[in-house]
């Protein structure tokens, strides 16, 4: 599994798109409630820390999926990430259908960016 975003540096506030490129040989499918997660790096380690989300107000169900060697892209908009090396955490639902509660058992990495 893939997931590139379209720049490696982005403005405070401004919109990212990344593209997720399918390649487990069976179908992925995303969260309804959190389709990604953005994360930043924190100290010299490499280490990642997510935001803090909120609990979702609705059932999280099994949405949006796609099959081998196909694509999906998102659009967010970067408004509460920090400044910063940042990446995206999609959680993915190997083989599962659209319509089931999500139950994560795969993740997906973007590549990292700045928020300057």
């Known amino acids: 599994m893939e997931a590139i975003?379209?720049?490696?540096?982005?403005?405070?506030?401004?919109?990212?798109?990344?593209?997720?490129?399918?390649?487990?040989?069976?179908?992925?499918?995303?969260?309804?409630?959190?389709?990604?997660f953005v994360q930043k790096a924190v100290g010299k380690t490499g280490d990642w820390q997510p935001y803090k989300y909120g609990k979702c107000p609705n059932a999280d169900i099994t949405t949006s999926c796609i099959g081998d060697k196909k694509f999906k892209e998102f659009r967010l908009l970067l408004k509460y990430a920090e400044i910063g090396t940042n990446r995206l955490m999609i959680p993915v639902c190997r083989g599962c259908a659209a319509g089931q509660e999500f139950k994560q058992d795969a993740a997906i990495y973007s590549n990292t960016f700045e928020v300057r």
């Open 5 to 36: 975003t379209d720049k490696r540096e982005y403005p405070a506030g401004e919109s990212l798109e990344v593209s997720v490129q399918n390649n487990l040989g069976k179908t992925i499918c995303f969260s309804s409630c959190y389709p990604y």
